[in-house]
Structures are given as C-alpha cells and as structure tokens.
C-alpha cells in the first residue's frame, strides 16, 4: 500500500507535467497569434480594412487570441493544482527539510567533514564524504518516496547535500548488515555536527534509508577539532545552520557562550524539531548568559516536564533580573525545584523570586 508522500509525489509529478505540458502550449499559441498578427498586418498596410483577405486575416487574429487566452486559462489551472499538491506535500514533510543544507558551507564544513572522513578511514577503507550541488532543474529522482518529493517540491531552486559512500563489501558471504550500520553512524555523526543534516548514505551502489538521530549517543570531535578554536569551529558549522550571520557575529565574540548555544541546537536536534522550530528556540537563547545557558541545558536535558516556554522565559526574567549569573542560575535551578514541588507554573515562581 502506498505511503502518503508517496501518493502526493506521484500526485506531483502528474501536475508538474501537466504544467510544463500547459507552458509548450501557451508559448505555442502566443507563436500562433503573433504570427497572425503580423500576417494581417502586412496584407492591412497594402489593402484597405474592407477587403477580404484583411478581414479573413483579422478573423483569424480573433480566433487565436481566443485560443491563447483558453491556453492561459488551462496553464493557470495546472499551475493551482501544482500549488495544492505542493501545499499537501509541505505539511506532511516539515522536518524533511533538513535534508538539503542551509545556511553557510564554507571552509570550515569542509574540514568538518574531512575530519570526521579521518576518524573512520580505518575502519571504512574507501569511504568518501562530500558535497553535492544540484543546479535549478537538475532532479535527482534515484532516491526514496521522500527524496523525489523534496526534488519535485524544492526543484527550482540551488540545492545541497551531503553524500557519505562507502564501498559494497566483497561478495563472499560477508554480510552487509556491519557495514550498513557503520555507515548510518557516520552518517549520524555528519548529521550531529552539521546542524542535524540528513545526508544521503550509500552502500556501493545501494542508497541506505536515513533513520532519527537516537537520543543519548555520542559524537566525539574529530581529532583535528579538539583544540579550543577546533570546538569553536564546530559550533560556527552548527549555529550557522540556524541562525543569522549577525547573531553568530555577535556569538563568536563570547566563544563560551557560541559553544553552549551549539550544545543547545545539537540537544534540540534529537527532539525531533524542524529547522524552523530550532532556529526559534535559539533566537530566544542567544542573549542570555552563559551560566543561564548552561542550566537551561541542564533542565531541557533533564527536565522535559516544563515546556521550553516556561524555560525560556524563566531563564530572560531572571538573567534581567539579577547582576549576578551565578545568582541567577541558581534562582532558575530553585525555581523548577520549587515549581515541581507545589506544582505552581515555573514562569509564576521565577516571577515571586523577582518580587520578593
């Protein structure tokens, strides 16, 4: 039985046809009436408006004006289907779209994924990471039900991904199950450091289906990436994902704080969040101090009860609140224990610790 996204990008693809079917006939009825048009004007320069031959010609003027228009009215039609489909295809994929990159690939995503290259290269000889621009109009249609849908829904535009391969394993009765698994953890870790990027992993020439990011595992830094500027590195290539390149500006003057702020995005990536949602969260963060970012980690990490409203907005009035982070930190840690014990709202007790 077909799965949904199936259906709609089955759906889609029938009305992108449709449309570019509508388009070749719109361009060939505009050709058409042109050239009556300049057909009845020549005959009109040499001939009076009376004649027959003008009015024969004007006529047919008429007649294929009247077809240009039902051509438009029909391009117009296939193009309100496409946008439905289209629209369908958007509600059921909103965490999808994680699977193109946004934001900044710059040269430090390129030393991200050499680097993660490097831890495995023992383990997987021959394995490749890279990098994979699509032109507007190029499809890449070889993948699963999702993937062509995203090609279809997103095809218009520049896109990139990133690609992990590795090679098949020799055909001798060695099972492919070890090295499947290895590469979905590879790819998890790209994905961990990349902003939760779902790259398109590969066994030879076989495409692996991409799973969620499972809570709790662990994605060391790459070895070339353990300095203090390597850690500051990583957290630029995640926050890049989400936020502005002001708010990462002001970020990589504080560096503790860009560290932590990615810390943050990379927990929030295991919550099963679209793009959109993250980048909210972070923008809600970013000002606060690195004390108070710290226990909000702690309490998102820990403390899944109270919704990251009630968090947040703890975390802002008391970090306005007191001078001191430390103080601050504290009255928030207080608060939530506070806020469990009598089950007062969290936002309600940060706000008496404020008032006294």
């Known amino acids: 039985m077909s799965s949904t996204v199936e259906t709609l990008e089955k759906e889609l693809a029938a009305a992108q046809e449709e449309r570019e079917s509508e388009e070749r006939a719109v361009i060939r009825a505009q050709n058409a009436h042109e050239a009556a048009c300049s057909e009845r004007d020549d005959a009109w320069s040499g001939l009076s408006s009376a004649d027959p031959e003008v009015e024969h010609l004007t006529a047919l003027v008429y007649e294929r004006r009247r077809k240009l228009y039902e051509a438009i009215d029909r391009l117009k039609a296939a193009e309100g289907r496409e946008r439905r489909v289209k629209s369908r295809l958007m509600y059921v994929l909103p965490a999808e779209r994680r699977r193109y990159l946004s934001g900044m690939v710059d040269r430090e995503f390129e030393e991200l994924l050499l680097g993660i290259e490097s831890v495995y290269r023992e383990r997987a000889p021959g394995l490749s990471i890279g990098i994979v621009h699509a032109r507007p109009g190029d499809l890449d249609l070889s993948g699963d039900p999702t993937w062509r849908a995203l090609e279809r829904l997103y095809g218009g535009s520049a896109r990139r991904w990133v690609e992990v391969r590795l ?190």
């Open 167 to 356: 090679p098949a394993p020799p055909e001798d009765g060695a099972s492919r199950q070890p090295v499947e698994t290895l590469a979905l953890r590879i790819s998890a870790h790209v994905s961990y450091y990349a902003g939760g990027h779902t790259p398109r992993t590969y066994v030879g020439q076989e495409e692996i289906p991409s799973r969620s990011m499972p809570a709790g595992q662990e994605f060391p830094p790459p070895s070339s990436h353990t300095s203090e500027a390597g850690i500051e590195a990583l957290a630029r290539v995640t926050v890049h994902r989400y936020l502005d390149e002001g708010s990462v500006l002001r970020l990589c003057k504080r560096g503790a704080v860009l560290v932590q702020v990615a810390e943050l995005a990379r927990l929030y990536q295991t919550m099963s969040l679209t793009v959109d949602e993250v980048r909210w969260r972070l923008e809600q963060l970013v000002s606060l101090r690195l004390e108070i970012l710290r226990a909000v980690y702690d309490l998102t990490g820990t403390s899944r009860r109270f919704s990251f409203y009630e968090i947040a907005r703890s975390a802002r009035l008391l970090d306005a609140h007191f001078p001191d982070p430390e103080v601050a930190s504290e009255a928030l840690s207080r608060s939530v224990e506070r806020a469990l014990d009598s089950g007062v709202p969290l936002v309600d007790v940060a706000y008496m610790y404020i008032t006294g």
